[in-house]
Every structure is written in C-alpha cells, then in structure tokens.
DNA sequence: GTTGTCACG
DNA sequence: ACGTACGTGACAACC
C-alpha cells in the first residue's frame, strides 16, 4: 500500500473547533479552545492514519472569516471575527514550532492548495484531506480520500468514491460542482439559480449529469416554473459552477520530502506550556515517534457504533463468574454503562456493558450472569466509571441491591467542567471529546477517563466533584424515589371547581369583548385589545403586540375584559400546569409524585426539576397557596417539614464582599431590605416606611442580578432617573458590594471566568465581546453566578449534612425535595422535634461566612403549612 | 420546533 | 449610544 499523505484543512478545522470545544483561555487571557481542539484531533488523526507525510493549509485570500458556514449551529453563537482571528496565528505557531508545513499562499485558500495536492502530488501518495467543508469532495478519486468532519470536530465520516455515490444517488465526485451549480450556496456566495434547492438540483443532475446538460434539456424538464427559473438563470448556473470549482493549479511546492514528518523542535514544549496545553506535548511525541494506534480510521471504524470494538456477551453464570473474578484483580477503574428500564417502584437493568482489556463485556436480559455483576457493582473495592449514576442508584435501590465503588460519573464532570452545555449524555460528550468515538459505549467511557480527570484537575473541580456531586446523585436518587404524596381527592376538587371559575370567566370575556375568541391566544387577544377595541399599544414582542401581566395591568380600567383576561390568565396557568398536570404523573404503584432531578442543567450549579417541575408550585398568591395543600405527609408519616435559608444570597454576598454596611446588617440580625432602605433613602432606620421597604428590597434583588437603572425601574414602575439614583446612593454606601462587582468583573474578563466559594466555575466568553449587548449580558452573569453558584454549593452541602445526620440519629424522617433554598422534608410525629433540630443544624453550618447562616423550620399537615 | 406567557427561587 | 435585571420548566398556540 501507498504511503499516506495526510493534508488538513486548517482554516475549516479551526473554525469547527472554535465550537466543538470548552471556550478555554490562559492565565493571560489568550483564546486557546480551538487550537486545543484541533491539536487534540491532530493528534488523534496521527495515530491513527500513521501518514508519511503531513501539511496543514489555511485560507489566505480576501475571505478569512467565514462565519456563515455555522448557519446550522442553531441557539449557538458565532464567533466574532477578532476571536476567531487569535486562533489562526496561535495554530500556525504551533504547527511550526512542532515542524509541521504550513501552507498559505496569497490569494488562495486551503482548498485551492489542497485540491493542488490532490491532482498534481506524485503518485506514490495516498491522500487523505480532513476538512469541515463540504466542497473538497469534489476533490475525491481512487487515491484521494476525505475525512470529513460532520459536527463539532470529533465526528468524522470517511469518504471514498464509494461513500461519496451512496449519499448522492450515485453521482460521481466531480458532479459536486454541477450540484452547487445548481444550488448555489450561500455561505460561499454562490447565487446557483434562485428557488432550486438540493433536492431538485440532486434530481436534475443524476437524470442529466451536467449544469450545461441541463441546460441544453431545459425543454424536456417537467414544471413550468423550474423550467422558467432555469431558463432565466442559465448565466447564473455556469457562472456558480465555475465558482464552485476548486482551483488546483496553485504555485505550492510538490516535493514530497518536504512534507515529510520529523520531531518537534524544542520551541513546542514552552509554547505549550505558555498555552497550558499540559498534557499534549506527551501526546506528540508519542505519536510521532510512532504509535500503536488502536483504531483504522477508514473504513468501518468511524461513526459507526462498536466499530472495532469486541463485543462478548456474557450469557450464562459460568462466564459471568469468571469474568468478574477475573475484573476482581484489577485495581484501576473499570468503565460500564447501564441501561434501565421500566417505572417506579421497578427500574430495573435491562443491559449492561463493561469495557475490560479492549473488549465489551455485555449483559442483557435474561443473562445468568446478573448475580455476579451485582456482586462486583456492591463491592466498593472495586473502583468504577459510569455515566448517570443517579439513575443506576435509583435501579438498585428499586432492585434491593448495592452500588459502590462508584468513584467517576463523566456527565457530572463533564457539566463541572463546561456548566453551560446543552447535553451531558455519554454519547454528547464522547463525540465531544473523543476524535475517534462510539457514539458512547463503555469504551468511550474508558477512553474519556484521562482527559476528563485532567480537565478536573486543572479546572480545581476535584473537590466539587467527589466530595459534593458524587455524593448527591446518591441522594437524589433516594429523594426521587421517595417521591411525594398528593392528597388525590383535593387534587381532584380543586381541578374541578377552578374548572367551573374559568368558564364563567370565558363566557363574561364572551360577553365583555362581544365577540367569541379563545382568551389563551396571545395572538388573538391582540388583535382584539389593540385593533377591535382600540387599546394603546404599550409594548411589542418579535412576532405582534405584547399582552403579558404588564401590560394588561397598564390596561386594567380601560376595558372591563382586561381584569376578566388576568383572572382567566391567573386560573388557566395553575389549572393546567399544576393541576391537570400533574394528575398524569402520580405514580399509579405508589401513589405519589416522583419528580427529576436534573443535576447537570444549569449554569449556575443549581439543581432543577422536572416531571413534574416541584421548584416552581404557585406560593406568592393565595389562589397559588390551596394548590400547595395538595402535598401531604404519606402513609408512615405524620409532617411536612419545611426548612428554609433565610437571605442566603444577601448572606453569601456580604461574605464574599466582605461589605461593611451588609455585614454589620446580618451581625445585628437587622431587616436587611429595611437597613437598604434607611441606606438609600438616608433616613433612620425606624422611618424605614413599607414603600421604601419594598423599593430597598428591589434594589437588593437588583443587586444579585448585576443591576441596572432599566432594569429596576421596570420592576418598580418607577422612571428610570429615579432608579438610577437609587443605585447610586447604594454604591455610595455600599461600597464594598461596589468594589466586590468591579473586582468580579475583572476577574471575568482577564481570566475568563467566575467562580462559586467551592471552586464550581462558569466560563464567559462574551466578557471581552465586542457586542455590548453580549458583553453586558457576561458581566451581569459574572456578577450573579458567585452569588446565585455559591448559595446554591451550601445548600448542596447542606442536604448531604442533613442526609448524614438524620441517618446517624436512624430516624425514617427522609428528604423529599430542594427548591433552591428550602429542603422540604417527610417527617414521622415522634421524630419531629429531633428532625428539626437537626436539619436546622445541618443547615445553618453547612458553611461558614462572616455572617451566620440562618435556616427557619416550619411544619404543617400539607406544604402550605409549612410557611 | 419556536414563541409568549407565567409559575418558582 | 448601545438596550437591559439572574437562574429555571411547563403549557398552549402557532408555525
């Protein structure tokens, strides 16, 4: 076989890294996540490719910035031009402090010199191109090959002729050009002829091969429209295929010899060092000074689940007992993934896979292996990797077994690590992190391991992770199984008399507006407050008018329909979201609500939940209130016990302000909205009134937020001047909380991101944005994760001291929900003052500030008492 | 699938 | 001057 010449499209690649990869930045604030990302897949690639022979091109024409290419990266954002354009220089560097070729010439970009290497390279090399653009399969023949990255930067698809004619209806690489002809496309400014898309020009070209083809048959094509456009576009169609042809005749040198790879020269251990690249070094020179590479790229390897990977089922007991006595030995971790099925009070296993020696150890239903694996998984010698721990925990709690040893969770760490991501599945993250993966088996598991470990480590997440996520996946797998006790029969009487409120208040709307319309249409009562009845416009949405509380409340005495469409709206919300919605997920088994706890959703560190939502029942109104009388003690117990940190937020940010004023208001155990009040309105403390309370209390939430003038003012329907002056009287003297926002924000932006009291960190790549509104948007969030991130470190802290204590004290009393600052608890007559001495306990020492930490307990016969 | 609205901390 | 409070999830309507 040919040797290889592997030949990589830089420009495409880094701008693919850019989001494939955690938005790292150096202690001196240098970008370095798409260099890191594309070093790791270089890396990657070198290993297993083993090429004799390596360039690496980038773009060097008028176009350096192509942005639009990430039109799909849907909700992310684009990177800027000045963000990408660090990352060109910066890998370039790289590249040729490792003595790597790096090719650009003026006036061409990476593909024209590639497609050069393509056509004119001596014939004694294979070629292999990896690039994110799509248009270099054109450059596809029986010795070049393509890897071409489909999303992010890990999934990769092999392309040969073959592969390219089974995902284009068998047309030949060369009609790439013909297609886009046709097309067109609009990231490269190829007009194509307007209103033909893919499918049709995927249609035109295999029944006649060519543009010009085509052309030629226009009479022959059915559809007077199509027949029309192509008539009228015939320039515009010969026109984009020439621009869609890649240039291959640029002036680069084709003496192999020189693409030839050699060592790194000694420049590349400080470069990397300086770029904190720390483990990558190692990585080169492993490879280049050849490597066992596990995985054949090509062929069936890549995006293909298991692609080289053993798979060995464990069916009967004699294999599952000698393979687990065989696991017994090992001391390292050991990777698995499980799949679980069924409802409670019955998840259950339904397959399991242990990585182990390179191979896939299987279980499935019906195996007689279960009893050994259970044996292994409850032996907390034996030290084990998995994703969703919560979940296996939850199985076996369901299954009367054990499960121990369990020591690394990579959705957990993965969320510590890159807290604002989207997914954490095993499969999100391997395709992430991984060039080569599986789509997220056991062995992708095993393979995350070490970058994973790094990454905690030098993010200085250990702590967080072992001692405090770890942990409280445990518990809130108790929490969700324990669930919580609807009283069904006042569920029931509630729905149906709120039922009867919202169709009286339908058929006097009926009457008031005097016409019929469905009043949960923002779109039809628009229409009808803002056209029909001639109502003032006082605020637009994206899509028509806006007819939120605000507004309508503005509205209110100007038409009696408005107060019969804010009660309507006030009983239709709880009405469907609390209690038609909740009927269907009262467990039928055990009669009682299980709620999701969500471990890696926000930003923050928060907790969230779902299925039901139990962190947002109705509280501040009264109507709000009966529906949380729904929640009683169950069958056993006797209390609902409500524990609640007072002020946390205020607290942690007096702590971590170290604000005089704020701290001597929390010493003095002060009405801290109060002292706010009798601090900005520079009256004494008794002349505090309850408007300056509530506008004191205002500003203290604004505070949180990272405040604004507008934002107060909305908030407190006051003008915006006025808000303003609020503001500044309480920097005037608050002056620590002043100093503490700007320190905050600086730390943001010089080392790119904010971090919580227990090291739980956010990264904020928009800090330095040029875009004031994104740039605002990250400095406001600086501000408020330390706060918001901190409050919500102690109370999972608190929950797992309060855990630890009630099962010292052996009391059934159990936790059954955290809503951000409360724990909400189940808990039996004779245990009730103990519980509550000890939760209280648990609570108020979960960390230790400068001021004290206070948690107020409450009990009652339903959830509504208990305030 | 996205948007508007509104429930909670 | 820029346009604006932080963090969530569920529902109905509309596309």
Redesign the pocket.
Known sequence: MADKFLVIDGSSLIHRAFFALPPLMTKQGVHTGAVYGFCNMLVKLLGDVKPKWLAVAFDKSRKTFRTEMFADY??QRKPTPSELSEQFPLARRLLEAMNITVLETDGYEADDIIGTFAVHAPQNAEIIIVTGDKDELQLLDDRVKVYFTKRGISDIKAYDVAAFAADYEGLSPKQLIDLKGLMGDSSDNIPGVPGVGPKTALKLICEYGTVEKVLENIAQISGKSLKEKLENNKDAALLSKKLATIFTEVPVDLDLDKYELKAMSDEARPLMQELEFRNLHERFQTILGGSDGTFDLFGESIGQENANIEIALLETAEQGKEFFALLQQKQEKVAFTAVCGGELPKIHFTAVEIFNDGKIYKLQEGSGAWNFFYEWLSDYKQLKVTCDSKEIYKACMCLNKKADGIVDDIDIAAYLIE??RSSYSLKAVAERYLAANNGGNAADLQALLPLIEQKLRDYELYKLYTEMELPLAYLLAKMELAGIKPDVKLLESITKEMAVQITALEILAEEQAGEKF?L???????VLLFEKLGLPII?K????????????EQLEGSHPLITTI?EH??L???H???L???R?LINPATERIHT?F?QT????G?L??????L???????EI?KRIREIFIPGTGYDWLMSC??SQ?ELRVLAHMAQDKLLLESFLNGQDVHARTAAEVFGVPLEQVDSMMRTRAK??N????????????A???DIS?GE?AEYIKNYFARYTGVKKYMDDTVNHAREQGYVATMFGRRRYLPDIRHSN??LR??AE??A???PI?GTAADIIKIAMLKVEQALSDAKVKSRILLQ????LVLEVMETEKELVAQLVKKAMESAASLSVPLTADVAWGKNWAQTK
Do not use: M
Request: positive net charge; hydrophobic residues 25%; without cysteine.
């Open positions: 849907k909700g807290p604002g469905n949960k249409s923002p779109k039809q009562l628009g605020k949405t994206k899509t028509g008018y806006s007819t939120d509380v605000s507004v309508l804010l709206r006030k239709t919300k709880l469907s979201t609390y038609e919605g909740l269907p999701h969500q959703v926000t930003a923050t928060r969230s939940s779902t299925d039901p939502n962190q947002n029942i109705p509280v501040r109104t709000g609640d940190y946390v205002a500003v939430f604004g505070i949180v937020y990272g405040i604004s003038d507008f934002g107060l909305k908030q407190l915006r808000a004031f509104n605002s948007f406001r969030t501000i408020n994760t918001q809503v951000h600052d409360e």
